[in-house]
C-alpha cells in the first residue's frame, strides 16, 4: 500500500513538472512577442517622429498623400501601443499565477 502511494506521489509530481515546463514555454514565447512589439513600437514611433519634423519644415502646402501616410503610420503605432499593453498585461497575469 505504501508503495503503492508512493507511486501516486511520484506521478503527481511528474504532472506538475510537465505544467510547470508547458507554462514556461509560453511564458518564453510572450517574453518574445513583447520584445518583438516593443521593437514594431520604437520603429513605427521613429517613423512617426521623422515625418512629423518633415511636415514642419515645409513652407509650401503639404501634400495630401504625405499626411494620409502619415496618418496611417500614427494609426499603426497607437495599435503598437495597444497589443504592447495588452501582451504586458498578460505577461503580468502569468507571472502572478506563478
Do not use: C, F, H, P
Amino acid at each position: 500500500q505504501n508503495e503503492k502511494l508512493l507511486q501516486d506521489v511520484v506521478k503527481q509530481q511528474e504532472e506538475k513538472m510537465l505544467q510547470l515546463i508547458d507554462k514556461s514555454g509560453e511564458v518564453t514565447m510572450l517574453k518574445e512577442e513583447v520584445s518583438l512589439l516593443k521593437r514594431s513600437l520604437q520603429r513605427a514611433e521613429t517613423e512617426a517622429k521623422v515625418l512629423w519634423e518633415e511636415v514642419r519644415g515645409q513652407e509650401s502646402k503639404v501634400d495630401a498623400d504625405y499626411v494620409q501616410e502619415r496618418v496611417l503610420l500614427r494609426q499603426e503605432v497607437d495599435k503598437l501601443r495597444l497589443l504592447l499593453v495588452e501582451r504586458e498585461d498578460e505577461r503580468l497575469l502569468l507571472s502572478n499565477k506563478y
